[in-house]
């Protein structure tokens, strides 16, 4: 009998549940006696409710109730803030009075018997604006600094940093490139839309709610209604994607609450795709300016990177656009600095990779500037410029595969074959290009919990409040329970996604794995010592045969003097190659090679599930993805899937090929990994600007590289 479950290619635990339609997500619990809700939403941007009439929408069949800022209960909204919530500001506060912050703000909430019934009496709500001036057009803005020295740039990072004298070493570098780099607004777009089921019996409150973090959705709205968090439970087992727009809890949740509260029923909320590009947040516009001077022989002298991002008018969300540009190249005399630009819009929120995607993307971009301005190989150029420790920290790294990565995903490219010349390289009329990019992500470890419980029968139930928002957590978890308890992975039930289980931290930032599998790992071995302990030397199956009771253990990881001392993160390295139609301008995809140091790697199969996923994320940033916005309102004119596009079967290429660099770093956390679905995401939109530019002499540097950018 094989114990071994880690570093397994084990298949989805819960794959059948998924193909047969029996995993359910948040807009399919089955709720007795259930309303539904529906949103009116503002038209202006910015300015406040000169009136509103709801007695169209409150005669309309099956209308249960209809709430305005006028009637809605005034709710405390007590201080409260996730660990994803930005710093500086205060939440939306909904229907609570009548000011107007953004477009598409929610102005009222329709409660009715069916759907249709809903969706039809909120089209009858009648609103009349008094508006106000709103900035609404990103490229006219001033960035101002934040008005917080705490931002996520970096524990205790400045907005504005500076080592040596970048601006004296720009000047004397007698290499330079000063390039300014661009990437739209970007939303989410998940498969599953956004839903909330909210049921209320007395004061407990139940939320089966589509999320990245149930612990903070109780904590939240809890806060929001000024109840105890104990009282509300949520519940949240699968989570059809989210990419970040699930990690924090947003003002439908407390519509759905508030709407059942007043309907005294429960009550069903669910976004439509349109809807979440108004209510659910998205990458912010960022404006980088990126300056790179270098020696003759290709030592990086002066790096400067000067950034700034969208953010709201009532919240200061910032993301670390600038974290790894402080360590990723060495180079003594480096400025940073981050800024942000108050819009009249929804707050931003982290999606994928949020900050080292758009960062490292201006940064990898401008390295390959100026590789070709120095006329050395972009690989060669990184080498010479590899740091000996983490340099803005100064602190050694706990490992750091770029090396390996550079090396083992160039040979299985073929990168030695490219010629440098750009627009060399033909198949038939296609011009092709090779480019490749760097790619890093902080390895992130939070305080986690989860509970093993043994049973006579020779079965484990092992639990979490964690979620799988696809990467698939159920699955390496119990891979990681199995081998823990030394039982075969048959019978060990998992369970996640309850905030009647064991706390966990948010599933994001690539650290679920760091963070709840130490914390399973921690369980499940506690209580296997506990049963073999008074079993006399037999073994695991015969030692819960003999128990008379189920035997448990809780157990709580955190973070602690392990790896005190040193830079941790997960290092890559991302080669691509495009062909670009040279009439139509049109790129397609054909070859991505990545090669990745994450630590160790917990199951091979879905850890190559989430680089394909990164890689094609990263297509969709590259060449398609762009929230337009109507500089005049706000209005996103592309809100769908019809217009806004996302890379489907036939953008995937042919070639996706993940490379794990074998790592054994003890300074990480008890399981020894890094993390892996963000930095999938990192390096791949450089890489296919690079290789673009190889392809047609074409430097984009506003994204998405569209069609009629290379005519
Ligand atoms: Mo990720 S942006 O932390 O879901």
Redesign the pocket.
């Known amino acids: 009998m094989s114990t071994t479950f880690i570093g397994q290619p084990v298949s989805r635990v819960d794959g059948r549940q998924k193909v047969t339609g029996r995993a359910t997500y948040a807009a399919e619990f089955q709720v007795p006696n259930l309303a539904h809700a529906a949103v009116a939403r503002s038209t202006i941007a910015r300015g406040r409710i000169s009136s509103i009439d709801t007695s169209a929408a409150e005669r309309s069949r099956g209308v249960v109730a209809v709430l305005t800022h006028r009637n809605a209960p005034r709710l405390p909204y007590r201080a409260h803030k996730g660990a994803v919530d930005p710093v500086t500001g205060e939440r939306l506060h909904v229907l609570q009075d009548g000011r107007v912050h953004h477009q598409g703000q929610p102005v009222a909430l329709v409660v009715a018997e069916t759907l249709e019934q809903a969706q039809h009496a909120a089209t009858l709500v009648r609103v009349s604006y008094a508006a106000e001036p709103a900035k609404t057009d990103v490229s006219s803005t001033e960035p101002v600094l934040p008005t917080h020295e705490k931002t996520d740039q970096g524990a205790g990072t400045p907005p504005e940093t500076r080592r040596g004298d970048p601006e004296a070493a720009l000047r004397a570098a007698p290499t330079k490139v000063d390039q300014r780099y661009v990437i739209p607004r970007e939303n989410h777009n998940p498969i599953e839309l956004h839903a909330t089921i909210a049921a209320w019996d007395g004061d407990k409150l139940t939320l089966w709610d589509k999320s990245?973090w149930v612990n903070n959705v109780a904590e939240e709205i809890a806060a929001v209604f000024g109840i105890d968090a104990k009282d509300v439970r949520v519940v949240s087992p699968f989570v059809g994607g989210?990419?970040?727009s699930a990690?924090r809890t947003w003002p439908h949740v407390t519509l759905a609450a508030l709407g059942a509260r007043v309907a005294r029923r429960p009550v069903k909320l669910m976004l439509s795709r349109r809807e979440m590009y108004y209510g659910t947040g998205h990458r912010p516009y960022t404006d980088q300016r990126v300056a790179l001077g270098a020696t003759a022989d290709g030592k990086l002298a002066a790096v400067v990177h000067d950034a700034w991002q969208e953010t709201s008018t009532y919240e200061e969300y910032s993301e670390s656009l600038l974290n790894a540009t402080r360590f990723l190249h060495s180079c003594p005399n480096v400025y940073t600095r981050h800024r942000i630009a108050r819009l009249s819009v929804h707050t931003p929120t982290?999606?994928?990779a949020?900050g080292e995607s758009s960062g490292v993307f201006a940064l990898e971009c401008a390295m390959d500037e100026l590789a070709i301005a120095l006329r050395i190989d972009p690989v060669e150029l990184r080498l010479r410029n590899e740091p000996q420790q983490d340099e803005f920290q100064k602190l050694p790294f706990s490992s750091r595969a770029t090396r390996e990565a550079y090396r083992l995903a160039g040979e299985r490219f073929g990168w030695r074959r490219r010629n440098p010349v750009p627009g060399s390289m033909r198949d038939g009329r296609w011009l092709i290009g090779w480019g490749m990019a760097s790619a890093t992500y902080p390895m992130n470890f939070a305080p986690a919990s989860a509970r093993a419980r043994l049973l006579p029968d020779g079965t484990a139930e092992v639990s979490t409040a964690a979620s799988d928002m696809g990467p698939g957590t159920w699955t390496s978890m119990t891979q990681v329970a199995a081998e823990a308890l030394g039982l075969p992975i048959e019978r060990v039930r998992f369970s996640l996604g309850d905030t009647e289980l064991p706390k966990a931290p948010v599933h994001?930032?690539s650290m679920t794995m760091a963070s709840v599998g130490s914390a399973v790992q921690a369980a499940c071995r506690k209580v296997r010592a506990t049963a073999l302990a008074g079993a006399d030397g037999a073994d695991m199956v015969e030692a819960m045969r003999r128990l008379d009771r189920p035997l448990e253990a809780l157990e709580e990881v955190q973070p602690g003097e392990q790896g005190k001392g040193y830079s941790k993160h997960a290092f890559g390295a991302v080669f691509v190659e495009v062909a670009v139609d040279p009439d139509l301008g049109e790129t397609r995809v054909r070859r991505i090679v990545g090669a990745y140091g994450a630590g160790r790697v917990v199951n091979p199969k879905l850890a190559r599930s989430q680089c394909i996923g990164g890689m094609i994320g990263g297509i969709g940033m590259a060449l398609m993805e762009h929230s337009v916005v109507d500089t005049r309102n706000g209005r996103v004119p592309n809100a769908n899937l019809a217009e806004y596009a996302v890379p489907v079967h036939a953008d995937a290429p042919p070639v996706m090929d993940v490379i794990f660099v074998a790592e054994e770093d003890p300074h990480l956390n008890p399981l020894g990994v890094k993390g892996l679905g963000?930095i999938a995401m990192v390096g791949v939109a450089p890489a296919i600007i690079n290789a673009i530019h190889h392809a047609t002499g074409k430097r984009i540097r506003e994204l998405p590289a569209m069609p009629d950018k290379l005519l």
Request: hydrophobic share 35%.
């Open positions: 990245q989210a990419f970040g990690l982290y999606m994928r949020p994001g930032g963000e």
